[in-house]
């Protein structure tokens, strides 16, 4: 059964590919208003999950249910997607594209234009509006295929890999965005291998491995399963020291001066601190942190496949 408060809900969804199944008894919830990610190793099956969110693709088992009722017409319409590859006409102009785009969701044209003038304007498109896609970055493509996921406002928005091609400054303006959208009801599901971005922006998440959910979950409550059990240290000098210690260390990972370290059971981070002060290395910073997102992702990916 399907509640109110569900956005999308896949009951033991299987899609195959003649002897390949790219995904196998799959079942998620995402809640209304929710900033979802959905992870996993290339090839998990991430892109064919959203694909059947879509109905580009049927599942061969199982089903789906968005906004309230089974995949449909209708439904389709009420969903945003922008996909991993660009899907643009490339030689018509921006304008036109995407008030054809919004027309095809339903937006009568004098609302389609006034509101592709807008984003335009708003993501600093506005003098290339009259310009075919084709004579655009890359960057500015991504753009305006952003634009085109959420110019009829859809209550449910799919983003797979939405920073790609973007630079540090619009990649933040469409995270900004997103969050807005958020803010204002939409539910989006956010597929992408930024990790930093996931862990600031996303409320559960869903992770999936040879096309299965092998982790799913609130964020926050699946990090603080895993409790503080890893050190974040800035120091002078790269880290050497924790290789001397190896009772205390799980493992390291060196990020030029910044080194985190992940301890073993029961290890007490205050004895390595201890073990840098007698050592005479400066630390300019010492934290007993919850794992990142990203050894989460590599520690339960790894264990899948053991």
Not at 42 to 66: C, F, Q, W, Y
Not at 174 to 191: A, F, P
């Amino acid at each position: 059964m399907t509640g109110t408060t569900d956005a999308a809900v896949l009951e033991r969804v299987t899609k195959r590919y003649d002897s390949l199944t790219a995904v196998g008894d799959l079942s998620l919830r995402i809640r209304r208003g929710a900033l979802f990610g959905l992870l996993g190793p290339n090839g998990a099956g991430k892109t064919t999950t959203l694909r059947m969110l879509m109905r580009i693709l049927i599942p061969d088992e199982g089903s789906i249910h968005v906004l309230g009722e089974p995949l449909n017409e209708r439904t389709q319409d009420r969903i945003g997607y922008l996909p991993e590859e660009r899907g643009l006409y490339p030689r018509m102009q921006v304008r036109k594209l995407l008030v054809f785009l919004a027309a095809l969701k339903g937006l009568a044209e004098g609302e389609a234009n006034r509101r592709a003038r807008d984003w335009l304007e708003r993501l600093q498109l506005a003098d290339w509006s009259e310009k075919k896609v084709i004579d655009l970055s890359k960057g500015m493509q991504q753009k305006v295929q952003f634009i085109a996921a959420v110019i009829h406002r859809p209550p449910l928005l799919i983003l797979d890999e939405p920073f790609t091609g973007l630079d540090p400054i619009n990649a933040v303006v469409v995270k900004d965005i997103m969050l807005e959208l958020r803010e204002q009801g939409s539910t989006i599901i956010l597929s992408t291998h930024r990790m930093e971005q996931v862990e600031m922006m996303c409320d559960s998440i869903c992770l999936i491995n040879q096309g299965q959910n092998i982790l799913h979950g609130e964020l926050q409550a699946i990090k603080k399963a895993y409790g503080k059990n890893t050190v974040r240290i800035e120091c002078s000098g790269d880290g050497d020291f924790l290789k001397q210690m190896p009772g205390l260390i799980q493992s390291v990972n060196h990020f030029g001066a910044v080194v985190e370290a992940k301890l073993r059971p029961g290890a007490d981070p205050q004895e390595i601190l201890k073990a840098a002060v007698d050592r005479g290395v400066r630390i300019m910073r010492f934290e007993l942190m919850e794992p990142p997102l990203n050894d989460i992702f590599i520690e339960r990916v790894s264990d899948a496949h053991a």
